[in-house]
């Protein structure tokens, strides 16, 4: 469950995602898609309820018969297997592209400046940007804050991977090469992938499951292809309507 206040956005919400699944979260505007996303990332508080992480409590476990909050590291410790990518890039704008990337895994992960590095060059190789290395974030154009965005994301080998409409805040011609480098994520890693997008011909390319949500409620739970084509709730029919 997650309240704002008296406000209850989240409740009575239970899903499963399996390890490698790539799952799209799809539904009208304030239906708390977000808020799951950060929930996840631990970036709000659970306000009751648990979730699981590879079969661990992540925030809230039960202790003596109470639902009691984990230890600050060893929540700590789960979260940084999981990534997340923001609408708004979110970079570190005082340092490079390579600081950008290389900063929690040396922190956090405790890796060599080297082995950070080194990693660094590959994954920006990989999202077509391995001539930006010592570039500022704001020299960038948003499809390759946003790239770099990813690359910095999957320097910490994120099991879990969420990204929350990474491509709306792109002028149109820069979203294809960053659905791009998703694209080539999802087949060549087995992060599993909570998605929030608005792009459903990307969605049903990537995604094995596409859920409906709405009032905090999932109202439908199917493969994409039936989503998309055959929608049996009437309010996923609506808002296919209105987005497609
Ligand atoms: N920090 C906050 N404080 C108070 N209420 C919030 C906060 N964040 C979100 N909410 C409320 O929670 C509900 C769900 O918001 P959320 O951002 O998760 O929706 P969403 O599905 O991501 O919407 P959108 O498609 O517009 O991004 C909304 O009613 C919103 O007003
Ligand atoms: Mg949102």
Known sequence: MKKFGDNTVLDDLNFDVKKGERVTLIGPSGSGKTTILRLVMTLEHLTGGFIYVDGHPLTHEMRGGKRVERKKKDVARMTTRIGMVFQQFNLFPNMTVMENLTEAPIHVLGRSKAEAQERARELLENVGLG????????????????????????????EVLLLDEVTS?????????????????????????????????????VSHRVLMFDGGHIIEDKPPAQMFS???????????????
């Open 131 to 158: 001539d930006k290395v010592d570039e500022h974030p704001m020299r960038l154009s948003g499809g390759q804050q946003q790239r770099v965005a990813i690359a910095r994301a999957l320097a910490m080998d994120p």
């Open 169 to 205: 805040a792109l002028d149109p011609e820069l979203v294809g090469e960053v659905l791009n480098v998703l694209r080539h994520v999802a087949e060549t890693t087995n992060i599993t992938m909570l998605i929030v997008t608005h792009e459903m011909q990307f969605a049903s390319e």
């Open 230 to 244: 055959e929608p049996e709730n009437e309010r996923t029919q609506a808002f296919l309507k209105a987005v497609l």
